[in-house]
């Protein structure tokens, strides 16, 4: 289609679409051949799912060893790389979210509470939070994860993980990734 048909067919579709015109229409227009255009009127809400922008902020360590801050982060890492699989979700990007972090003074150790995570979610446009915290308890290692509606600040899920140490942070990613799309789900 050359460029004066395309103008053409482009101000006939606009006109029909103005009128309320919906469905195929055949349009001749002078030396081109008769074409059928579609036409759908703009105050016809087309059906689509919103997807759900989600941040995973690093977890809180407190298993009181300092030496393990940086699993935090390593964690959220592998939490969101397991997210990201799924469809319906959105994930802000890692880089941002530090640079947000660092700006509040919050450090890469982990969020401390709903408000602040709340308020870091607004920030980088994204509608729910994950955070949580990673501890030792009675010989095994636990990640705890919460999601928060960042308009609500309601807790509309969350996953706890439990093994015997951290040195299968894939599979331990990987199983809370599973318990928090379960969770979102109904969100959708």
Known sequence: MDYKKQGVVAVITAALAMAGCRGSVPVKSGAFP???????????????????????????????????????????????????????????????????????????????????????????????????????LGGKSLLSIRLVKVETAEVVGGATERTRDFSDLDRLAEKAAEKLSVALAPNR
């Not at 689509?48 to 922008?53: E, R």
């Not at 941040?55 to 890492?77: C, E, H, R, S, V």
């Open 34 to 136: 008769e074409q059928k255009i579609e036409v759908s009127t703009v105050d016809e809400p087309q059906p689509h799912k919103a997807a759900i922008t989600l941040a995973i902020l690093p977890f809180k360590n407190n298993t009181g060893d300092a030496n393990m801050d940086q699993l935090g982060i390593t964690l959220a890492d592998l939490v969101s790389v397991q997210m990201s699989a799924n469809p319906g979700l959105r994930l802000t990007e890692r880089a941002r979210l530090k640079e947000i972090l660092e700006e509040m003074k919050l450090g890469l150790t982990g969020v401390v509470d709903t408000a602040t995570a709340v308020r870091v979610g607004r920030i980088l446009g994204a509608n729910v939070i994950g955070f949580g915290s990673f501890s030792k």
